[in-house]
């Protein structure tokens, strides 16, 4: 596969392990070096962090609450908060929690310096409201960011910093992950995962026109992007940016979208005039690519359990213009299957969410091996009802964004012992243009971004 990226000052990087990626990049001019912050707005950074970074860490690890939701509810309620405060606030917590293994549970840091330390492990420069807060902590040594470096190099820095330590032992990637993590995945992947769950992703969108127009737009704001070759509507941008505010005046073009969930409705691969059901749709990301590949020829039955989820999925489908999904409130799991047939039917079933760590750092922690056991049994439950809807001759399609056995290969296996007339149907992967047998895992390094298991079943016509 090939990329091509602009990049205001350097080559937009991802890791070595994309084997077989080819980077084309073009430089612009320098931007100019942003002033120093005045103290005040450092002061109150260091005061905003001090009053939400204590709470978290119990809500997040002992209630089971997710960051991003703690985060937005606080956001939402100090609406005098601008971008730079939500910045600073976004990029301390998740860091906090992206090396909790590390600077929490093995090197026992308090709660301010072990932020501190996970930025530092983060970032290729520390911005001047770390530093202000460093010149306040009680760090052993002034912190050098480290995120060029690799795992090992990191593992190497923090040695060196905490040699002093009492009882310091030394750093290994199995410390940032609960310890059942390796016991029920495919044991080859595991050091790459864990390494993969250290590195930001980048925000992908699928451009819903022409993309060029939207690499343009993305080039004249200055914002490095990169394009994906085989995936032809998949542009990525640096995370932390507001595409929002970036590209208001293209702002029904593109859609916020990972990579890994572009694969799926390319692999349900809708036809003009079909009839879907995404059984699990959720705000509907799903839904509304489906929809632009039908080119707005063709029904979409939006369902999932949360009204709340279904009223943004019909803002969402208002902002772009798309008139034939229609949404209704149902549990894939409990409820009697609808007696209506579909050409196509997507089963996003809610999952472990292994697969999104990477973004959601917080969520290991409130993670465990029986919970994937427990959503594998429910998303058994949610294909065996979906089955009987399916038309003869059409498509189920599973999708899971995660990588645990329980969850993938064994649901696939149940679902066709229980429903002998569907039979796997061979597909191309869309990253790599392979054929698969009907089923793929998507690894995290291989968008990059979140991973994703995908299997595609088929109701013969007789």
């Known amino acids: 596969m090939t990329f091509s990226c602009l990049s205001s000052n350097q080559a937009f990087k991802y890791p070595s392990e994309n084997v077989g990626t080819t980077l084309k990049c073009e430089f612009m001019n320098n931007k100019p070096q942003p002033r120093p912050l005045p103290e005040k707005v450092m002061r109150r950074h260091a005061e905003l962090l001090g009053e939400l970074l204590p709470e978290i860490p119990h809500l997040v690890i002992e209630d089971g609450r997710p960051a991003d939701s703690l985060l937005n509810r606080h956001l939402r309620a100090h609406k005098e908060l601008g971008s730079r405060d939500r910045h600073f606030l976004s990029h301390a917590i998740f860091s906090y929690f992206r090396w909790y293994g590390w600077t ?11 932020c501190l330390v996970g930025v530092a492990l983060d970032s290729s420069e520390l911005a001047d409201s770390f530093r202000y807060l460093e010149k306040r902590g009680k760090l052993p040594v002034p912190l050098s960011p480290l995120g060029d470096k690799t795992l090992e190099e990191k593992a190497a820095a923090l040695k060196e910093w905490f040699k002093e330590a009492p009882n310091f032992q030394p750093l290994v990637p199995a410390d940032l992950v609960f310890p059942e993590f390796g016991s029920i995945i495919d044991p080859e992947k595991v050091d790459r995962s864990i390494e993969q769950f250290q590195e930001r992703p980048p925000t992908w969108v699928r451009s819903r026109t022409d993309p060029a127009t939207l690499m343009d737009a993305l080039t004249k704001n200055e914002v490095a992007h990169v394009h994906h070759g ?16 970036v590209l208001t005046a293209h702002a029904a073009q593109f859609v916020v979208q990972d990579i890994a969930s572009q694969c799926v409705g390319l692999v349900c691969a809708p036809q003009k005039g079909g009839d879907w059901w995404d059984c699990c749709a959720g705000a509907g990301g799903k839904s509304l690519h489906l929809m632009d590949l039908m080119e707005q020829d063709g029904k979409v039955l939006a369902s999932d359990t949360r009204d709340r989820a279904l009223k943004e999925l019909k803002k969402r489908a208002r902002k772009y213009g798309i008139r034939n999904i229609r949404t209704q409130p149902h549990n894939a799991v409990n409820d009697e299957p609808f007696k209506k047939t579909f050409d196509g039917i997507l089963v996003d079933a809610p999952c472990s969410g292994w697969g999104t760590w990477a973004r959601n750092p917080d969520a290991r922690w409130r993670s465990s091996k029986r919970d994937a056991v427990q959503c594998a049994n429910r998303q058994v439950k949610i294909l065996n009802n979906a089955a009987w809807c399916v038309k003869p001759g059409g498509a189920l399609i599973y999708a899971v964004c995660t990588f645990t056995r329980p969850e993938t290969e064994e649901v696939v296996m149940n679902f066709l012992e229980a429903n002998p007339t569907f039979k796997l149907d061979p597909f191309t992967n869309p990253l790599s243009g392979e054929e698969t047998d009907g089923q793929l895992q998507i690894w995290p390094w291989e968008g990059p971004g979140d991973a994703m298991f995908i299997a595609r079943f088929i109701r013969p016509a007789e």
């Open 230 to 245: 085989q995936l032809s509507s998949a542009i990525s941008v640096d995370g932390g940016i507001s595409l929002a505010h």
């Open 104 to 114: 929490v549970n093995r090197l026992q840091l308090p709660i301010i310096e072990a």
